[in-house]
């Protein structure tokens, strides 16, 4: 079982800056990729930026330029800072883990995410 806890979250005014924490924890895993996700009231969820195990980002077209995704597989730890910030951004925001079962083969672990509000 891994574990995901995401810490960052809070309120803030357009044109803010928030930066969110996801430690990943548990017994003998490997974490593939990692990735933040929001849902906003009454959407559907949807991808903010996935990080691949090499480093390499993606982001949302939404976030392009003012997000930027980081991890420590060190501390099994993925970041998403987050500037110029608009009140569309408000939403809960999830961290999610591909982590490795066999080879070529992946469980996705949901943290219980954090809210972000950003006010006009």
């Known amino acids: 079982q891994v574990q995901l806890v995401?810490?960052?979250g809070g309120l803030v005014q357009?044109?803010?800056?928030?930066?969110?924490?996801c430690a990943a924890s548990g017994n003998g895993f490997?974490?593939?990729a990692m990735g933040w996700y929001r849902q906003a009231p009454g959407k559907q969820r949807?991808?903010?930026a996935v990080i691949t195990s090499g480093g390499s980002p993606n982001y949302a077209d939404s976030v392009k330029g003012r997000f930027t995704i980081s991890r420590d597989n060190a501390k099994n730890t993925v970041y998403l800072q987050m500037n110029s910030l608009k009140?569309?951004?408000?939403?809960?925001y999830y961290c999610k883990a591909e982590v490795v079962v066999t080879v070529g083969s992946y469980y996705n672990y949901w943290g219980k995410g954090t809210l972000v509000t950003v006010s006009s």
Do not use: C, K, M, Y
């Not at 009140?87 to 809960?92: F, L, S």
């Open 30 to 32: 490997n974490i593939n």
């Open 6 to 8: 995401e810490s960052g």
């Open 14 to 21: 357009a044109g803010g800056s928030l930066r969110l924490s």
């Open 46 to 48: 949807e991808l903010v």
């Open 87 to 92: 009140p569309e951004d408000t939403a809960a």
